[in-house]
């Protein structure tokens, strides 16, 4: 019976560990795509996944998780401010 038990708590924390990696991936994603376009989307995005990519680093590796959502967030930075820089030399 212990072995059927661990074998069923080894699978249960599989699928826990899934459920949190997969919208981080997804939100990773959509951050970075929109990181040059719309930084108004990567803000939420990014941080969120950023967030939940740290929370589970200890079960998952999500080390590249990580690394492309700072990167994301820093492009979208440089391009609102970029933003805010043309804007204010039109005016």
Do not use: W
Request: proline share 3%.
């Amino acid at each position: 019976m212990d072995i059927q038990e661990n074998v069923a708590n080894n699978e249960q924390f599989t699928i826990e560990s899934k459920k949190i990696h997969i919208p981080s991936l997804v939100l990773m994603i959509i951050g970075a795509v929109f990181a040059l376009v719309l930084p108004i989307i990567t803000y939420p995005c990014s941080i969120t996944s950023l967030v939940m990519s740290i929370v589970k680093r200890k079960t998952n590796k999500t080390t590249y998780a990580i690394v492309i959502n700072i990167i994301s967030l820093v492009v979208a930075l440089i391009n609102s401010v970029v933003g805010a820089i043309m804007f204010i030399s039109l005016n």
